[in-house]
């Protein structure tokens, strides 16, 4: 059975500085891999996605993710956060993409943006 | 307007007493999800509708029930709850003919047994 590891429950980072949060997933093809960000007191919203081609997919708010076969990888970046970006940020995958998205999610990871 | 709605907010329930949760959505999507999530726990899928198609997963098979009476509603039914049903519950829904990917989830519906 396909699996996703956030193995970070917790980053602290400083307002301005870069971020990396880690996932890890598996399944032994390539799924369809997300990202969602939890803002408190409101639902789960997309941040990016990654189906197919290029590893490297820009999503919402200058976040992006770099999607590794060979690490089974797909780590979320921001060159520079603002202490709006605190928030719970959620890794995902699906098998399928036809007739719904079955997603598989992370236990996410907490991100505190020091102001 | 892509707004997905729930209610209740907050629910508590007594061991052994039923639960309704209700979930709309006004973006004429044709799946509609519900999702468990407990504190430091992945979200996890019980079902799932495409259309009137209902997909339960197996190890919730048999502990939740699920209606689907339009397309924008859907509701989560749980017939006799146990401690272990204390969560949150989130639903979403998504468009297959967009085919994005993305799920649009509500704020979820806080369910506390006792």
């Known amino acids: 059975a396909q699996s996703v590891t956030q193995p970070d429950a917790r980053v602290t980072v400083s307002e301005g500085a870069s971020l990396q949060l880690r996932c890890k997933y598996s399944?032994?093809?390539?799924?369809?891999l997300f990202w969602y960000v939890q803002y408190p007191r409101q639902g789960l919203q997309l941040l990016l996605k990654?189906?197919?081609?290029?590893?490297v997919v820009q999503g919402v708010n200058g976040f992006e993710a770099e999607f590794s076969k060979s690490n089974s990888s797909f780590h979320l970046r921001k060159a520079s956060v603002h202490w709006s970006d605190s928030a719970v940020y959620f890794c995902?995958?699906?098998?399928?993409?036809?007739?719904?998205?079955?997603?598989?999610f992370g236990t996410g990871t907490s991100l505190l943006v020091d102001p | 307007d892509t707004t997905v709605k729930q209610n209740p907010r907050y629910k508590l329930a007594r061991v052994g007493k039923p639960v309704n949760l209700i979930c709309s959505q006004t973006?004429?999507?044709?799946?509609m999800y519900w999702y468990q999530k407990k504190p430091n726990q992945a979200p996890k899928l019980l079902l799932f509708?495409?259309?009137?198609?209902?997909?339960r997963e197996a190890d919730t098979f048999e502990k939740f029930q699920s209606s689907r009476p339009n397309n924008s509603f859907c509701s989560l039914y749980i017939g006799s709850a146990g401690l272990e049903y204390s969560a949150m519950y989130l639903c979403?829904?998504?468009?297959?003919?967009?085919?994005?990917?993305?799920?649009?989830f509500g704020e979820g519906s806080k369910l506390t047994v006792l």
């Open positions: 990654y189906y197919s081609g290029d590893p």
């Open positions: 979403a829904s998504s468009g297959t003919g967009s085919n994005t990917g993305q799920l649009y």
């Open positions: 399944y032994s093809g390539t799924p369809y």
């Open positions: 509708y495409y259309d009137k198609i209902l997909n």
């Open positions: 995902a995958l699906s098998l399928t993409r036809n007739m719904g998205y079955k997603l598989t």
């Open positions: 973006m004429n999507h044709d799946t």
